[in-house]
């Protein structure tokens, strides 16, 4: 059994095991997310400017960048969320597609109850949606599903039926780049999970970048990490991963543009297979 494999076997004997006891564990989430949203309210502060976070973000990229990309003294993600946690307070947000959950898990362990953003398109594999919904149900973070302002059904009216297969680009930008640009109008931060060792395309991603698209900061606090420490991290912390992980899909979609990848293959070829769309349009690097 592959690692993605023993992580959830793991987990889901421990919950069907102790069922009164990790409905007792959400209730007692349930209340202190409660105290969280009320403390939020409370210390809640005006946006810092545009200009104010370009200037952040520029102080990130020098004190985290080291003296180049994937040098040795490029910072580790512990520095990376500690700077990020004493810079932005609570108007962080982490990015998460629920392929695998290891970003939500550790930022949560330096920042419980932080907002996890997922773009629910109307096209995800049930299992992705009930990733979703584990992770909402059983980790301390808060859970916003990001939707479309059209539901499928009006898309299809407006632009004719499965714009996924008639103009991939656009459709991702109606349901994946609209929304999450709308959702991110109120943080000053947002943290995604790109790893270099993902694609070609992202060889080169940073650690701390300034997002003009979206007017925010954006940071990748694994960037650096390999597939085999992403691995280990899910094996050691016994992380939540989307099923499809280990059934021959490395990557993660909506499921009309996602297909099984051959062993040994890029990792991102099952996505929009056959086009040279290798993007959503949610991480330009």
Request: hydrophobic letters at 40%; charged letters at 25%; a neutral charge.
């Amino acid at each position: 059994m592959s690692t993605l494999g023993e992580a959830n076997a793991f987990t889901g004997v421990f919950a069907a095991g102790g069922g009164a006891l990790v409905a007792q564990q959400r209730l007692a989430r349930q209340a202190e997310w409660r105290r969280e949203a009320e403390r939020r309210e409370r210390e809640r502060t005006p946006r810092r400017t545009e200009a104010e976070l370009q200037r952040i973000a520029a102080q990130g990229r020098d004190l985290l960048h080291g003296s180049q990309i994937g040098a040795q003294d490029e910072a580790d993600a512990a520095r990376v969320l500690a700077w990020v946690i004493d810079t932005f307070g609570d108007r962080i947000a982490v990015a998460s597609s629920m392929a695998d959950t290891v970003l939500v898990h550790l930022v949560s362990s330096y920042k419980p109850w932080v907002d996890v953003l997922f773009g629910d398109t109307g096209y995800h594999f049930e299992t992705t949606l009930a990733t979703r919904d584990r992770v909402a149900a059983d980790m301390r973070v808060n859970v916003v599903s990001v939707r479309p302002r059209a539901s499928v059904a009006e898309q299809d009216l407006a632009h004719g039926k499965d714009l996924f297969a008639s103009d991939p680009t656009k459709c991702c930008h109606l349901r994946k780049v609209v929304p999450m640009r709308d959702q991110l109008a109120d943080y000053e931060v947002w943290l995604t999970g790109v790893r270099r060792a993902d694609a070609p395309s992202r060889a080169q991603a940073p650690i701390v970048v300034w997002d003009q698209a979206n007017k925010l900061v954006k940071v990748n606090p694994i960037a650096a990490w390999s597939d085999e420490q992403t691995e280990r991290y899910i094996a050691e912390n016994a992380v939540i991963v989307n099923p499809l992980l280990s059934q021959g899909y490395p990557s993660i979609g909506c499921a009309p543009c996602t297909s099984m990848v051959e062993p040994g293959a890029d990792p991102r070829s099952g996505r929009w297979a056959g086009q040279t769309k290798t993007e959503c349009g949610l991480h330009v690097i």
